[in-house]
């Protein structure tokens, strides 16, 4: 066929009645009669499939025969004004070829709705389905958002190690990294693990976070962010943890906590937008999926209308509040006087879950929350010490739906006080003392947050679960494809 190929999308948008087209796809349904067929074809450009109208006693039976569900065709034909009803043209076939046909006896993904749970066993071919085409589509968006944000602004784009030498972060929930022989590993005299002959002579680890050294990276080029893959052993099988999890990590020289806040909020709000601007079609799929599925539900717990959701929180302030401010609300409040949560609230220090998290902002607040200085036990030894000896200018933003989305602080610049606190915390120094460079030479206020990119995907498209925002989740006993 020697026609060029038109992507449906463009095709849609250009509208020319009269012209011959070529377009290449798969088969989403075909119906019809011993007359006409209707193919609705999809090449993942858009959400929208087009028709191909096909006049039956024109075309080869066993040709037709091979179009069935998830076939890849190629068609050629007459671009008309559509009859019925949805898109504005489609195709009177002239010329199909079968690119790749489909066995109905054994592809999966039938013409009918599919529920979450299967598709996530066959995530290999879930990228067919509209809900997951979708995802996908704005998943794309949404990391050219976070480039296209901090190019604007002036921040570098910094490339972080993903195999790490430090365990100050993460210590527990790393991956490790070794060529040693696990059956037969070479030995110290104590009997421990020798590391010395691994591959990098010493113990290594996949990264929890490139906060450290992107650090050095803001205390030169001012600021910087990184955006790439994370990874934690965390044995916590929930709807917002992954193993493989990918971060957007700014940090930036002279700015102070509220400068990180301010940042952060625009941040958040330029992704809401830009999904808004951009990716309607597909948003507006994800909302009639999600208000389908919560059909069964309550009104009271049915979740705000997808699209209305992101333009409140595009339109609204986060709601800037101090842990201990928190921590008298949570006290005080319904569930916690009626022990409904799991871990209640009694005193100033504890650490919040995420149904507190989630308290404060759809039953407290209904907006987006910023909890600022936190206990310094609770949070990372690098955060900066505030004046009353016992909170660090820590920040979470809390989001509807969510919980914790953004975890970010301002950095302690002091050098004598951060070693103070690597002591109190049990982290070696002397491991550390690249990082501590920053504060020996031309230290100076700064600070960052990590931004979890599937978190923000799942209030984005709605979405209840982050193995469904990832093309290939990794899970506590699942790292399948
Ligand atoms: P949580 O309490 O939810 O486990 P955290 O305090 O461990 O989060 P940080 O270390 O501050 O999180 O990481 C920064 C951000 O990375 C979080 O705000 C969240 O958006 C995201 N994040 C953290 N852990 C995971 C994970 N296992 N899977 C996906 N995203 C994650
Ligand atoms: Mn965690």
């Not at 087009?50 to 068609?75: R, Y």
């Not at 009694?346 to 607040?365: C, I, M, T």
């Not at 100076?444 to 990590?450: D, E, I, V």
Request: proline share 4%; net charge negative.
């Amino acid at each position: 066929m020697e026609q060029k190929r038109i992507k449906i999308k463009n095709l849609l948008v250009s509208n020319e009645v009269g012209s011959e087209v070529n377009v290449k796809g798969w088969v989403r349904t075909k119906r019809g009669n011993k007359q006409i067929n209707f193919i609705a074809l999809n090449d993942g450009s858009t959400i929208q499939n087009l028709q191909i109208v096909v006049d039956v006693p024109n075309f080869n039976e066993d040709l037709l025969k091979k179009i069935s569900t998830g076939a890849a065709i190629s068609v050629i034909g007459e671009v008309i004004a559509s009859q019925g009803s949805g898109q504005s043209v489609e195709i009177s076939a002239t010329r199909i070829e079968v690119l790749g046909v489909a066995d109905p006896e054994k592809y999966p993904l039938q013409p009918k709705k599919h529920s979450l749970e299967f598709l996530r066993e066959k995530a290999h071919l879930r990228f067919r389905t509209s809900t997951f085409s979708a995802v996908f589509r704005i998943r794309h968006a949404m990391a050219f958002a976070v480039h296209e944000f901090f190019n604007k602004k002036g921040f570098f784009y910094m490339h972080t190690p993903l195999i790490t030498g430090s365990d100050a972060e993460g210590a527990g929930e790393m991956f490790r990294v070794s060529t040693l022989n696990a059956k037969n590993p070479p030995l110290n005299e104590d009997g421990s693990i020798n590391y010395k002959e691994d591959f990098f002579g010493k113990e290594t680890n996949l990264t929890v976070s490139g906060q450290l050294e992107g650090e050095l990276g803001a205390m030169a080029l001012g600021e910087i962010y990184t955006f790439g893959p994370t990874f934690r052993a965390e044995n916590s099988n929930t709807t917002r943890h992954l193993a493989e999890f990918w971060m957007i990590e700014p940090e930036m020289a002279f700015y102070d906590i509220t400068d990180n806040m301010d940042l952060a909020e625009e941040f958040l709000k330029y992704m809401i937008k830009y999904a808004l601007d951009n990716c309607m079609e597909d948003l507006e799929f994800l909302s009639k999926r999600l208000q389908e599925e919560e059909k069964g539900k309550k009104d009271s717990e049915k979740s705000m209308e997808l699209i209305q959701k992101l333009r409140f929180v595009l339109e609204n302030d986060f709601v800037r509040l101090t842990y201990t401010e928190a921590i008298e609300i949570l006290r005080n409040c319904q569930p916690n006087k009626k022990k409904k949560f799991q871990y209640l609230i009694n005193e100033w220090g504890a650490d919040l879950q995420s149904e507190h998290e989630r308290y404060l902002v759809e039953k407290k607040f209904e907006k987006p929350v910023i909890l600022i200085d936190y206990p310094k036990e609770i949070k990372s030894f690098y955060m900066k010490q505030n004046e009353d000896g016992k909170t660090v200018a820590a920040m979470d933003i809390l989001f509807p739906g969510i919980g914790e989305i953004i975890g970010g602080s301002q950095r302690e610049e002091d050098l004598d006080k951060l070693v103070t606190r690597m002591k109190e915390m049990g982290i070696p120094a002397e491991d550390m003392d690249w990082y501590l460079d920053t504060r020996r030479f031309g230290t100076a206020t700064h600070s960052g947050f990590g931004l979890g990119f599937e978190r923000m995907m799942l209030f984005v498209t709605g979405m209840g679960n982050i193995r469904d925002v990832i093309p290939f989740p990794r899970t506590p006993k699942n790292a399948e494809f």
